[in-house]
């Protein structure tokens, strides 16, 4: 459990953690957006394109608002350049135009088994790495959640698991679950000076240079597609929703909550997947929606309170 900020008034920080509670669970409504602009860019935009942009955007934005910030701690950002070249790597690239690239050949259902592991990957490591206590409560709403997560994924038939097939793409996403998770606990890891806003547009920074050379391998690549109207709006989707937003409301609330509170709202992103699709992309929803809910939102809940 986090303690108060030395300094920091009790009453205040109750309201920033009831307030963080609260808009963490907005963030997987926002990475919904992910699935649906995945599933429109193949054959409009490449993968590292894709990711490129959305953090090039993002990171320029973001860079606008913290600028003076930015500027006056410019030394302490050189000394530690490393780390943001490292958060990059894991949280743009691998998590970005990897998960894009396993998405071409791995289904739907496997890339949510694979990347429920991840919240159980981040609290582990909260708890051997970070010294953060985790309850017998919380534990178990990890597990509540977990079961509505694969109630959801496998439809309500259970013996579904056992026909599940491990094609290549699922080694992409394996590879984004583990680098999600060590996102998120380097984070912690390693402190900053930086606020929320700051130290994001400093990892983006990070993300573009890991980025960058491998788009230009792409572009060079036969068969790529032309920069058309339809991968500007993907790129600006994915860099204002799943991106910007998304990024910064979990690092902010992971700074206030803990790592493994925070994490567990991952369990959450099936869920809202399956509701984006529902209204965007027409696909039904079923009854194992609504039992999966009725299993996740209170395990949710129950890792998330104090």
Request: net charge positive.
């Amino acid at each position: 459990m986090p303690q108060p900020e030395v300094g920091v008034d009790p009453a205040r920080q109750e309201r920033m953690e009831r307030l963080a509670r609260l808009a963490i669970w907005g963030v997987p409504a926002l990475w919904a957006v992910n699935y649906i602009v995945a599933r429109r860019a193949p054959g409009v935009i490449e993968p590292y394109a894709l990711a490129l942009g959305r953090w090039a955007l993002a990171g320029g934005l973001l860079a606008v608002v913290a600028r003076q910030e930015l500027w006056a701690q410019r030394r302490a950002i050189a000394a530690v350049w490393y780390q943001y070249v490292v958060l990059g790597f894991c949280g743009m690239l691998v998590c970005g135009a990897w998960v894009y690239i396993g998405a071409k050949t791995t289904v739907a259902m496997n890339i949510a088994l694979i990347y429920s592991a991840s919240p159980v990957l981040i609290a582990l490591g909260a708890v051997l790495f970070l010294g953060e206590r985790f309850r017998w409560l919380q534990g178990l709403g990890v597990v509540i959640a977990l079961m509505g997560v694969v109630h959801v994924i496998v439809k309500g038939l259970w013996t579904a698991l056992g026909s599940v097939q491990w094609v290549a793409g699922d080694a992409w996403i394996v590879a984004a679950m583990v680098a999600w998770a060590l996102y998120a606990l380097l984070q912690k890891l390693w402190p900053s000076p930086l606020g929320s806003t700051a130290r994001l547009a400093a990892i983006c920074a990070g993300g573009v240079a890991v980025l960058l050379p491998c788009a230009v391998w792409e572009m060079l690549q036969p068969g790529t597609p032309p920069w058309s109207w339809t991968a500007t709006a993907l790129v600006v989707t994915a860099a204002l929703a799943p991106g910007l937003a998304a990024y910064w409301i979990y690092g902010w609330a992971q700074k206030i909550l803990g790592a493994s509170r925070v994490a567990v709202t991952l369990y959450l992103g099936p869920l809202y997947a399956a509701v984006a699709a529902w209204g965007v992309l027409g696909e039904p929803l079923g009854w194992h929606h609504v039992a999966g809910a009725a299993l996740i939102l209170p395990g949710v809940y129950l890792v998330s309170k104090r």
